[in-house]
């Protein structure tokens, strides 16, 4: 079964600056997707940004990239010129890319605090 | 265009009383995920349906838990009787295409906040 590992429970960064957080999984699969969820207070789970496991380039989306080590089974994301709107719960996703079997496991999550 | 509805928004029970939540899909969305969030720990999938049907249900408590989604479109998530352990979030998911999809995005409803008392 797939695991996915976050190993920082609470991140902290000054408004504008950069920060990154970190994620590893654990899988015996070559064909899959890795995805960062934004959980703000009011619960909703919002989609940051996807990786597609083939692909070598790493994914972007404005202020957000990510660092895909697919060797190292790794996947961290960086936030750029980090905003007090980034203060969230950030939660690390797999997803097999196996035909129907489409859940997502999730990590345990990293509580962003945002400093003015 | 409208998101993932879920109701209640909050739900307050004693142990043992049963309690139901409701989810409405984005238009046009046949799969549907609901996922259950202890709180400190990421979401867990508790029952995925394609269209009416049901896809995974491993992880369902099924001595206690039922789940539907009748015509395809609405879904109800059902636990009868409740454990104290139950308390957590609910949150209902949808995605556009089905099992043959492989890079559709799941959409995520603002959940359920359960406390069984």
């Known amino acids: 079964a797939q695991t996915v590992t976050q190993s920082q429970p609470e991140m902290s960064v000054q408004e504008a600056e950069t920060v990154t957080l970190s994620c590893t999984y654990d899988t015996s699969e070559s064909d899959y997707y890795l995805f960062w969820y934004k959980q703000p207070p009011s619960r909703q789970m919002i989609l940051v940004i996807r990786q597609e496991a083939y692909k070598q380039q790493n994914a972007t989306e404005n202020r957000f990239s990510v660092n895909f080590q697919k060797a190292a089974k790794s996947f961290s994301l960086k936030i750029s010129d980090s905003q007090l709107g980034d203060a969230a719960m950030y939660f690390c996703a797999y997803r097999s890319g196996f035909q129907g079997a489409q859940k997502l496991v999730f990590g345990q999550g990293t509580r962003l605090t945002i400093n003015p | 265009e409208a998101g993932v509805a879920q109701s209640p928004r909050y739900k307050i029970i004693e142990k043992r009383q049963s309690v139901a939540f409701w989810c409405n899909p984005i238009?046009?969305?046949?799969?549907l995920y609901w996922y259950q969030q202890i709180l400190g720990q990421g979401p867990k999938l508790l029952i995925q349906?394609?269209?009416?049907?049901?896809?995974?249900d491993s992880q369902l408590p099924k001595d206690r838990f039922s789940a539907e989604r009748l015509k395809g479109v609405d879904s109800t998530l059902k636990i009868q009787p409740a454990k104290l352990e139950d308390s957590a979030v609910y949150l209902c998911?949808?995605?556009?295409?089905?099992?043959?999809?492989?890079?559709?995005?799941?959409?995520f409803g603002p959940g359920t906040r359960l406390t069984v008392l």
């Open positions: 349906f394609q269209n009416n049907g049901v896809v995974d």
């Open positions: 238009s046009g969305h046949a799969t």
């Open positions: 998911a949808s995605s556009l295409v089905g099992r043959l999809a492989r890079a559709d995005t799941q959409y």
